[in-house]
Nanobody
Framework: QVQLVESGGGLVQAGGSLRVSCVAS????????MGWFRQAPEKEREFVAA???????DYADSVKGRFTISRDNAKNTVYLQMNSLKPEDTAVYYC????????????????WGQGSQVTVSS
């Protein structure tokens, strides 16, 4: 059974930083494309960042230059470092993974975490 478990969310003031982590189990992590998505209240889930097997990364324009996605295959973990946070970054952040070739910005990941709340106060 595949599990993705996020941690590290919380409350931070605007301009601050947070790092969310996602640990995978039950899957060969090194063979998975990993992504981060977020969903704010009354909004649709949106793509944030992705990292491929090669280490190549992709970011939504809204977070480019502020967020960094990385992975540690030895720890089966993907990270999202969030700097210069803004109130509009407030959302539940979801980790996602897939061992298939997929559109990294789309919703077709095979595995999803339960989400971690990030709240940025103004």
């Amino acid at each position: 059974q595949v599990q993705l478990v996020e941690s590290g969310g919380g409350l931070v003031q605007a301009g601050g930083s947070l790092r969310v982590s996602c640990v995978a189990s039950g899957v060969t992590f090194s063979r998975c494309t990993m992504g981060w998505f977020r969903q704010a209240p009354e909004k649709e889930r949106e793509f944030v960042a992705a990292i491929k097997l090669s280490g190549g990364t992709d970011y939504a324009d809204s977070v480019k230059g502020r967020f960094t996605i990385s992975r540690d295959n030895a720890k089966n973990t993907v990270y999202l470092q969030m700097n210069s946070l803004k109130p509009e970054d407030t959302a539940v952040y979801y980790c996602a993974g897939s061992a298939r070739v997929i559109n990294t910005r789309g919703p077709n990941y095979d595995y999803w975490g339960q989400g971690s709340q990030v709240t940025v106060s103004s």
